[in-house]
Nanobody, 125 residues
């Protein structure tokens, strides 16, 4: 059974940083595609960053690529999202997701099959 468990969310002031972690279990972690998404109340789920765990290729949404960094630790089956210079508009539930049987990076939520339970990020002004 595939499980994705996020952690690292919390409350920070604007300008601060957080690092989110996503540990994958029961999943063929190596050489696969994983991503980070967020969803604020009343808004659609938004793709932020994706990574190919087999080689480290990454892909970012324009809205975050100057501030967020996706990375991996294959020894720990873990993907990270480092978030810097946080803004109040970054407040949302953040989700980790994993693809199944595909071969390209994507930020579309519909492209992902497995999802974590989410971790809340709140940024105050």
């Amino acid at each position: 059974q595939v499980q994705l468990v996020e952690s690292g969310g919390g409350s920070v002031q604007a300008g601060g940083s957080l690092r989110l972690s996503c540990v994958a279990s029961g999943y063929t972690y190596n050489s696969n595609y994983m991503g980070w998404f967020r969803q604020a109340p009343g808004k659609e789920r938004e793709g932020l960053a994706a990574i190919y765990t087999g080689g480290g290729s990454t892909y970012y949404a324009d809205s975050v690529k100057a501030r967020f960094t996706i990375s991996q630790d294959n020894a720990k089956n873990t993907v990270y999202l480092q978030m810097n210079s946080l803004k109040p508009e970054d407040t949302a539930m953040y989700y980790c997701a994993a693809r199944r049987g595909h071969s390209y990076l994507s930020l579309s939520p519909e492209a992902y099959y497995y999802w974590g339970q989410g971790t809340q990020v709140t940024v105050s002004s």
